[in-house]
Structures are given as structure tokens and as C-alpha cells.
């Protein structure tokens, strides 16, 4: 398993490339939303399944698949996502 995190702005996107039993990566990521002082952060979004288990060649387009998910998720908790 390759990890990444990334801070952005109050949230943190924690990413992750999964070796597939069948070869290839999977991605994974987990969103929180960093608070202050003695609160524990709010999970905004968790999914090990992105993109219906699509396995990438290798685990940095995983990676990058499940930042860009991150990334979606926390536009989409601060209500600025548009289409």
C-alpha cells in the first residue's frame, strides 16, 4: 500500500494506492475536516471503493485519482462544487 496526505486549507485528505489481488492499484481516501484545540476531526467523506474498484497500472495515478476525489469531497462539504 503507497499513502499520501495533503493539507488543504481545515481539511486533511488522506490517500491511498491499494495493491489489487488481481494486479494494479485501487484508490482509496478518507477527508477530514481539522478543527481546533482538544476537538477531534470530522470524517467528511471515506471510500475504499473509488471508481467501482477500477485498478490503475500503478500507484501514482491511484494516488492521484483519490486526491482528486478528496479534493471533490471537501468543494462539495463547503458547498462551493458546481458543475
Known amino acids: 500500500m503507497n499513502l499520501q496526505e495533503r493539507d488543504i486549507g481545515d481539511f486533511r ?3 491511498g494506492a491499494i495493491d489489487g ?3 494494479g492499484y485501487t484508490a482509496a481516501v478518507e477527508v477530514h475536516e481539522i478543527r481546533g484545540p482538544g476537538q477531534a476531526p470530522r470524517r467528511v467523506f471515506s471510500s475504499d471503493r473509488l471508481s467501482g474498484g477500477h ?3 500503478g500507484p501514482e495515478e491511484a494516488l ?3 486526491m ?3 479534493r471533490q469531497a ?3 462539504d463547503q458547498g462551493t462544487l458546481t458543475r
Open 13 to 15: 485528505i488522506y490517500a
Open 21 to 23: 489481488p488481481r494486479g
Open 55 to 57: 485498478r490503475f497500472t
Open 64 to 66: 492521484k485519482h483519490a
Open 68 to 70: 482528486g476525489i478528496g
Open 74 to 76: 471537501i468543494r462539495l
